[in-house]
Structure formats: structure tokens, C-alpha cells
């Protein structure tokens, strides 16, 4: 490993698993589901779900008990589930991480931002008394880039700070984004992922999207730590992972999604040098209906059926926007005595876009491997 290789050094989960990646790596480990009855999941909600009965609620996410009173009176759920993970991320990453603030960034990965304050702020202009007041304090909650924005100063980061949206695929993009930051020399250290709220305003979107025959909802915040190899020495931090690449592609007339992910993870696997052989786990974005199928499909194409696959997308519910870094979290919280390269795909039915990326899974000793050992 040379001493520019990207590695991703650090992560932590907020889901329906709790607060933390030993809650989310324990928990799928464990094989447990944390969809669970809205009205016993203490979600801190505040009300119904909208057709929904059950989801992947963060159990217990009061945001004023998670982050404190000061400064998060007008914050809404999915900017304080971003806080929170970023923090969770710093804390284990230890104190020397943020020593040099300026080189230390953060990219983000969003459906809309808050749909939930979009609409509740929208409704305000229109419903409230002439001349149409609102409260300029939940103004920032509608703007996309907000949780990221807040997260960076609420814990003082001071690098490049970006937003990007891509439906289903956005972990992975801001992952591509984020690599590309670094292999071009604008970012050092940076801190990447994705988030998605459980609100009433999202759950109806979701059910109106898909005619009522939407999965179960989700929420949560998945964060990472990407460095080169020498910068985590330095901070005395192990990869957990090296970045091999990123592969995306569109279906449309004449190409379906299964030739397109073929073709995309093909892609990906001929330019990191790798071939189908090397993949040694795979986890796929698992959707249901014919997207699902047609995943299925090509994965068995092109590594087979015998590589096992880690899923995370029943026990959580449908995360939305922060699926795909939920699924590349799953790939870290069991590769423990693992070796090889895992892939991750995903598909996005709005779009007919897919995506893949690849990850170099160290051996358990930490020793050097030969390609495809």
C-alpha cells in the first residue's frame, strides 16, 4: 500500500439499530431488524407516520437529549441525525484528527435535504396570517446543503464541505466525490456519507411515489473517514478499507438495468486491476420488485451466486438516500476476518441510474495479499 492510497480509517452509524457502529455492527451481526411498531420505537416523532405503521426509526432520538439545548431549538431531524454521526466519528477517530481544522472537510449525501421542512415552511407562507409570516429560524432547514454546512461548524471543520444528491446512489457518489477531492489534491482528510429523515412528510412522498406499494421507511446517518494511507499511520488510525473505485451507469432504451450494472461493475473491476474472481462479498442495494430482480441478475452474471452478500436493507427499512452508505457500512461491520475485494451496487428506479464501488477488504494479520488470495 502506497502512502497516497485512499482508505477509509473510521465510520459510525446512526439507525434503527441505536446510536453508534458497534450498535449497527452488533445488531446485524446478530441478524436482528430494528423496523419495528412506530408507537413502540420512542422515535421522538412527535406523531403518526403518515400510511405507515412500522419503520426503521432511530430509537429514542430526541434531539435536544442526543445534542443538548444550545443551539438546536430550530433544528430539524435529519441536520441533528448528521450532527450526531459526525461527532460519533470525530470521537472515535481520537482528538488529533482536528488539529488542523483547515485541512479536515466533510461531504454529504441528501435526498432533498428536509422534505419535512420544505413542506412545513412552504404550508407557513401560504397559511399564515398576511403578511404571510414565518419563522426565519427554520429558513436554513430547507436549504440542501444545511446538514452539512451544520455539521462543519458545529464541530468547528473548516475544509471543503460539499452536498450531493443522486436518489439511491448518493452514498456512493459522495463517496466517488470525496475520492476525487483527494486524488486531485484539493482535500486532505475528509469525513463522507449520507443521510435520510423519517418525517410524515417523506413517508407520504414515498407512499404516493410508488402507488401504496412502498417498503417500510428508514432513517439515519452513516459517516466515514477517508485519508491516504500515511495520514492515518501518522494519527495511528488502521484502514479498514482501501478504495479501489467507483463505476455508474444509465439504463434506458436498449440497455436495461442488468446490462447496465454488468457493465458498470465491469468497468469498476478492469480499472482497479481486479477481475470477477477477486470479489469476496458483495452487498447489493437488495430493492424489491423488478429492480431488484434485474440486480440479481447481474450480479449472478458476473461473480456468481457463490460470493456471500451481506443485506441491511430489510432490518432498516427503506433509507432513501443513505441506503447505499448504510450497505457500505454493513460491508465493514462484518468483514472481520475477511479478506479480498467487496462490492457494492446499487440501483435507483426513479432514475434507471446504477452504481458500484469497490473496496479492498485488508487480511485479518494486516499483511500484504497477492491478488485474488
Known amino acids: ?3 497516497e492510497t485512499l482508505v477509509i480509517s473510521g465510520w459510525s452509524a446512526i439507525s434503527a439499530f441505536g446510536l453508534g457502529a458497534d450498535a449497527f455492527a452488533g445488531a446485524l451481526r446478530a441478524g436482528r431488524s430494528g423496523v419495528r411498531p412506530l408507537a413502540e420505537a420512542g422515535t421522538g416523532l412527535g406523531g403518526g407516520l403518515g400510511p405507515f405503521e412500522c419503520g426503521g426509526a432511530v430509537p429514542g432520538f430526541e434531539i435536544a437529549e442526543v445534542l443538548g439545548k444550545k443551539g438546536t431549538r430550530s433544528m430539524d431531524r435529519v441536520t441533528a441525525l448528521t450532527v450526531a454521526a459526525t461527532g460519533l466519528l470525530l470521537e472515535s477517530a481520537g482528538p488529533g484528527l482536528t488539529e488542523d481544522p483547515d485541512h479536515v472537510g466533510l461531504v454529504l449525501g441528501t ?6 421542512s420544505i413542506m412545513d415552511f412552504t404550508r407557513d407562507g401560504l397559511t399564515g396570517d398576511k403578511p404571510y409570516h414565518v419563522d426565519p429560524a427554520l429558513f436554513p432547514n430547507t436549504v440542501m446543503n444545511r446538514m452539512a454546512g451544520q455539521s462543519a461548524i458545529w464541530h468547528g471543520l473548516r475544509g471543503p464541505n460539499a452536498t ?5 446512489l448518493t452514498g456512493l457518489s459522495a463517496l466517488n466525490y470525496t475520492a476525487r477531492l483527494q486524488r486531485c489534491g484539493h482535500a ?4 463522507c456519507g449520507a443521510a435520510e429523515e423519517l418525517t410524515p412528510r417523506r413517508a407520504w412522498l414515498e407512499w404516493r411515489a410508488t402507488g401504496g406499494d412502498a417498503a417500510a421507511p428508514g432513517e439515519g446517518c452513516a459517516m466515514f473517514l477517508l485519508e491516504r494511507a500515511a495520514d492515518a499511520a501518522r494519527g495511528g488510525r488502521a484502514p479498514l478499507a482501501t478504495v479501489l473505485g467507483f463505476g455508474f451507469a444509465a439504463a434506458g432504451p436498449g440497455l436495461s438495468p442488468r446490462e447496465a450494472l454488468v457493465r458498470c461493475v465491469r468497468g469498476a473491476l478492469d480499472r482497479a486491476g481486479r477481475d470477477a474472481a477477486d470479489v469476496r462479498l458483495v452487498a447489493p442495494s437488495a430493492t424489491e420488485g423488478p429492480e ?5 441478475a447481474a450480479l449472478d452474471e458476473v461473480i456468481g451466486d457463490a460470493v456471500p452478500a451481506v443485506h441491511c436493507r430489510e ?6 438516500a443513505a441506503s447505499a452508505a448504510f450497505q457500505v457500512a454493513a460491508v465493514l461491520a462484518t468483514a472481520a476476518n475477511r479478506s ?11 432514475e434507471g441510474t446504477v452504481g458500484c464501488a469497490l473496496f479492498d477488504l485488508p487480511a485479518a494479520d494486516g499483511g500484504d495479499r497477492e491478488k485474488g488470495a
Open 1 to 3: 500500500m502506497s502512502a
Open 164 to 168: 450531493v444528491a443522486a436518489g439511491a
Open 315 to 320: 432490518a432498516l427499512g427503506d433509507t432513501g
Open 188 to 191: 486532505g482528510t475528509m469525513l
Open 292 to 296: 431488484g430482480k434485474e440486480e440479481r
Open 111 to 116: 435526498g432533498s435535504g428536509s422534505v419535512q
Open 340 to 350: 479480498g475485494v467487496a462490492l457494492v451496487t446499487s440501483l435507483d428506479r426513479a
